[in-house]
């Protein structure tokens, strides 16, 4: 299960002309290299979850980002994105990321773009109920998470936490000694993994993002058990 590479090279078409016309000139290789791969991918992963993490869930109808950039507020008003990616969220959560989120919760990401595929796990930029949740979690017992993001296999295949988004000062309510200062200051607990171009075009794509999110899971249960969302062991 993958794409071809003649996704990328819709893709790579896509960047230079980023038009309305160019796009729907080329929309049947969209189509057929680009979306339909990715909804079977979506349909793949959904029953990998079920084997190894039940509570996630894939759905070619909602997993799926759309190729539409909103631009309303945004100086740039190119149309479209330049990638393609998915969500495989919490089956009890409502399936959005970032900070209109409410009820999200942590779950995966897969990133498909020319030179810069990746996949992905965690909460990305949660609005502050949900950051306050995870950072009262943090301040009762920050050793589990710094367990997890430590171990040598999450490490070795991740390194650490993305701490792009870090505020420069303690949130208020905690003091500069607080013993989980280090996470504290977090406000997004993300991790990613760089997927070449050969990889994301090649038959194993599903296994090996199955092998990526193992290894993430237990970041995730973490940040979702924070948040109220419970693990399973079944469908």
């Known amino acids: 299960m993958g794409f071809s590479p003649a996704a990328l090279t819709f893709l790579r078409g896509l960047k230079r002309t980023n038009t ?36 996630f869930t894939g759905d070619p109808k909602r997993s799926m980002f759309r190729i539409h950039r909103d631009i309303r507020f945004a100086k740039d008003k190119s149309p479209y994105k330049t990638h393609a990616a998915c969500w495989f969220a919490h089956r009890d959560g409502d399936g959005k990321v970032g900070q209109g989120a409410e009820g999200g919760g942590a779950g995966f990401y897969f990133h498909l773009e020319p030179g810069a595929s ?41 390194g650490a936490l993305d701490d792009s988004a870090m505020l420069k000062r303690m949130p208020r309510g905690f003091t500069d000694d607080h013993p989980g200062a280090e996470w504290l200051r977090f406000k997004s607990f993300t991790v990613g993994r760089p997927l070449t171009d ?28 924070a948040l109220g969302l419970r693990p399973a062991t079944r469908r």
């Open 20 to 55: 309305k016309p160019w796009f729907e000139a080329h929309r049947a290789e969209y189509d057929d290299h680009v979306r339909d791969p990715m909804r079977a991918l979506i349909d793949e992963m959904d029953v990998r979850f079920g084997t190894f993490a039940p509570e």
């Open 118 to 158: 990746f996949a992905g796990g965690g909460i990305w930029m949660p609005p502050s109920s949900a950051l306050n949740r995870i950072r009262d979690a943090l301040a009762d017992d920050h050793g589990p998470l710094e367990q997890i993001v430590r171990e040598k296999t999450f490490v070795r295949r991740f």
């Open 198 to 225: 050969k990889q994301v075009t090649g038959s194993g794509l599903a296994k090996r993002l199955e092998a990526d999110y193992a290894v993430m899971l237990p970041l995730v249960r973490w940040l979702n058990a």
